[in-house]
């Protein structure tokens, strides 16, 4: 058994049975317009179920459609949806993990809007976007942290703010997207200032409650945020109160780049940005994701103080036995996420269908659909 894998960890007060986590992976599995969906409900049941400590639900909007990368973003932007959100919860602790809703607005990648909004007007994909006014940027905030709220009453153990891939929290903080000449553009300080004005306003609105951050250490694009800034601004995060900070790499716009697509067929791929981030920023509990396929790779980046904890998405989506088949010294018999496939999940989602596994077992498989396509 691996010791480090499976010890305690504690996140502001919430304690974690061990340093497994769900990373939050968008599958397209909400209903029309952000429902909770019985498929949503099904899967984040079985991911719950695996044995890992603490699961992150996936890009839960704050701003529909503005905010919303497509129209099956789960929505946390109305109570119209808490009921929802609550039997979600539900599920997810009824399994014994800790829940966790990551809250996001989508900006310039917000697919189901008409006219997606950005910190300045950026050319994405061939669309320009609209540059946010002083008193919209003020409202966004405020939806953030209504959000939060929500999270909390749904009975969510966390909210995680969704600073990575490239969505508006990050889109604000690098110097190729945020334009502005006014105190949320122009120097690190002032690009860092929103997302730290996010953070301090849904801290305000729901403290005692944790409140961690999917974090973009690096875009991978050359005139994009890279390591040199993205350090500092983890620092500036752990010293205005921030619960764990949880590391990934790159954008929509980097993700299919051939050397982008090269390394993320490696294990461990991102572990050496969570390593730098660890590095630089004390106190906090950091994740590590991309590709951590292994007990015992995961085990060594823990031993090696490279991160405090492991984050699978995909890994755990191909198994969801995985942790368990780690804890019993069955590694042989996992069942692996094929880098090969040539992102056919991905592919699904961005066609508007739920995604599926394709190393998933032909019994899984017919299973699944039959429940629920």
């Known amino acids: 058994m691996y010791k480090h894998l499976f010890s305690e960890i504690k996140i502001e007060g919430v304690n974690l049975k061990n340093r497994l986590t769900m990373a939050p992976l968008y599958l397209g599995y909400a209903g029309e317009g952000g429902t909770i969906s019985d498929m949503l409900l099904e899967h984040y049941r079985l991911m719950a179920s695996s044995g890992v400590a603490m699961v992150v639900v996936e890009n839960a909007t704050v701003d529909h459609p503005v905010g919303s990368g497509s129209n099956r973003t789960i929505r946390v932007d109305t109570d119209d949806n808490l009921d929802g959100l609550k039997r979600l919860a539900s599920n997810i602790k009824k399994e014994g993990a800790v829940a966790c809703l990551q809250i996001n607005h989508g900006g310039r990648f917000a697919h189901a809007s008409p006219e997606p909004v950005a910190p300045s007007t950026v050319n994405t994909f061939g669309h320009m976007t609209k540059a946010l006014k ?71 609105k729901v403290t005692p409650f944790p409140v961690g951050y999917r974090f973009l250490a690096d875009e991978w694009l050359p005139d994009g945020l890279q390591l040199e800034e993205s350090v500092r601004f983890a620092s500036s995060l ?49 994740i590590a994701a991309g590709r951590l396929a292994t007990g015992a790779f995961a085990e060594q980046a823990i031993t090696e103080g490279k991160t405090d904890l492991i984050g699978l998405a995909r ?59």
């Open 238 to 286: 752990a010293q205005a109160g921030i619960s764990y900070i949880s590391v990934m790499g790159g954008t929509y716009e980097s993700f299919s780049l051939p050397e982008i697509v090269e390394k993320s067929k490696q294990e461990g791929y991102m572990l050496n940005l969570a390593a730098e981030v660890r590095a630089n920023v004390s106190g906090i509990p950091i």
């Open 315 to 373: 890994v755990l989506w191909a198994d969801p036995q995985w942790p368990k088949k780690v804890y019993d010294g069955r590694d042989s018999d996992i069942i692996h996420c094929n880098p090969d496939c040539g992102d056919a999940c991905m592919h699904m989602v961005m066609k508007g269908k739920p995604a599926f596994c394709v190393a998933w077992p032909a019994e899984k498989m017919k299973e699944w659909k039959a429940k629920f396509v």
């Open 134 to 204: 002083a008193e919209e940027i003020d409202s966004i905030i405020d939806k953030y942290a209504d959000a939060a709220v929500r999270a909390k009453s749904a009975g969510f153990d966390m909210v995680e703010l969704h600073g990575g891939t490239g969505y508006l929290l990050a889109q604000f903080l690098s110097p190729r997207t945020n334009k502005r000449s006014d105190k949320y553009g122009g120097t690190f300080d002032n690009r860092q200032r929103f997302a730290l004005e996010v953070l301090s306003r849904v801290k305000e």
